[in-house]
């Protein structure tokens, strides 16, 4: 279990039940699974650092790209598969 904390939010991340879990197939390279409850976002400094970091922990970080209100933004997924997004400032 990880809990992840700020002034604003704490989100906790633990293991799946087994029963769960052994309904999941994880792929190499992982399926993209994008049909989560729950979909979280990274602000980061750089997108093409983001890109690197993922590519050497296992993950990747999707090529379309898009803006929103005062950041660019990317999906990027974990070696499970898990989807998730990494936001640029655009300022």
Not at 40 to 61: D, N, R
């Amino acid at each position: 279990m990880v809990v992840l904390r700020s002034p604003d939010l704490q989100l906790i991340v633990h293991a799946m039940p087994p029963d769960a879990a052994s309904q999941v197939a994880i792929t190499s390279p992982p399926q993209l699974r994008d049909n989560a409850a729950i979909k979280f976002f990274c602000t980061v400094p750089s997108l093409s650092g983001a890109e690197e970091s993922a590519q050497s922990l296992g993950g990747h970080v999707l090529p379309e790209q898009w803006q929103g209100p005062g950041f660019v933004v990317r999906n990027a997924c974990d070696p499970e598969g898990n989807i998730f997004q990494v936001r640029e400032s655009a300022a």
